[in-house]
């Protein structure tokens, strides 16, 4: 039984790395680094970022795909794209990382750094009103594992916190709205609007004119979605009118973000290279180890992702 990795090991780690890693918590589990596939009929899984499988060979015996991209919407219509099922490698909890940065942004925002920053720079001695937390409205779009663990540190900190889905959910923790008919009520109410969507036909674009003008005068965003997901020239309108008041975008659309992009020096917008979360070779080993032992005791993928849905 083999696992065959394709280009995690350029992105994280190297090859020693998860071949040490995967020694220590399944021996006897051969790894493979792509290209070097070896016998074919030998490999069960298949790990990966930024596959490409017009160049994979078919492996006819494959039980079961992880990828390590936040979204799946660049391979899964592929046609040589294969019928197994494909799992996401996310901790259960939450990654701390993702949390940290979700909370730092909205906390720089809620406490108006980049004001006092720009005054700063003025040498102007910046008095103005504070606002509390409990006058804050933060609203997170999705609402998995990495949305929620953010979701729960702003609430405990006293943040109205709610969350908007693309289908109805049971009572959580926060407030859940759903679905095209509640969006507006949603961003109605929202002053902090923190994206963790996937990117599918029905969210790319969400971030634009008509969406932004639902949002209080002065709201902000915060988006560790995708780069589609935000309309850039839409926003740069709302900020320049002030029905925005500031933004922070870790995922952009084309990445890197060329030079002549508006965004980079916008005084309004905070641009970040895609360093949201960043994983290590252990934890992506540990997920991955995971749900290859709940398959191979006849159960499922631990976070199996829905190929109709996108997510």
Aim: net charge neutral; charged share 20%; proline share 8%.
């Amino acid at each position: 039984m083999a696992l065959l990795i394709v280009n995690l090991d350029k992105q994280i780690g190297n090859a020693e790395a998860w071949r040490a890693n995967f020694a220590a918590q399944l021996p006897d589990l051969e790894i493979r680094i792509w290209p070097e596939a070896g016998e074919v009929k030998d490999i069960k899984y298949l790990a990966f970022i930024r596959p490409d499988f017009g160049v994979l060979p078919a492996l006819p015996n494959l039980k079961a795909m992880f990828s390590r991209s936040a979204g799946v919407e660049s391979f899964i219509a592929h046609p040589n794209f294969p019928k197994v099922p494909l799992g996401k490698l996310e901790p259960a909890g939450g990654d701390p990382m993702m949390t940290e940065y979700v909370v730092m942004h909205v906390l720089r925002f809620h406490r108006d750094v980049p004001g006092y920053q720009a005054a700063q720079a003025n040498r102007e001695w910046r008095r103005t009103k504070i606002i509390r937390p409990e006058e804050r409205r933060v609203g997170f779009l999705g609402y998995g594992m990495m949305a929620k663990a953010p979701a729960l540190v702003l609430q405990s900190l006293g943040f109205a916190v709610s969350a908007w889905v693309r289908s109805p959910r049971a009572a959580a923790e926060v407030p859940i709205f759903h679905g095209p008919d509640q969006l507006e009520r949603f961003l109605n109410q929202t002053d902090i609007a923190v994206c963790l969507l996937p990117l599918t036909r029905e969210t790319e674009g969400i971030f634009c004119a008509r969406n932004f003008a639902m949002m209080p005068r002065g709201a902000m965003l915060v988006n560790v979605g995708r780069g589609k997901h935000v309309v850039d020239s839409d926003l740069i309108a709302a900020l320049d009118s002030g029905q925005l008041s500031y933004a922070a975008l870790d995922a952009l659309w084309p990445e890197p973000l060329p030079p002549e992009s508006p965004l980079w020096l916008h005084p309004k917008v905070t641009i970040m290279p895609h360093v949201a979360r960043r994983p290590t070779v252990a934890q992506l080993v540990t997920e991955i180890a995971a749900n290859i032992r709940s398959v191979e005791a006849g159960g499922r993928l631990l976070q199996e992702v829905d190929i109709a849905t996108g997510y």
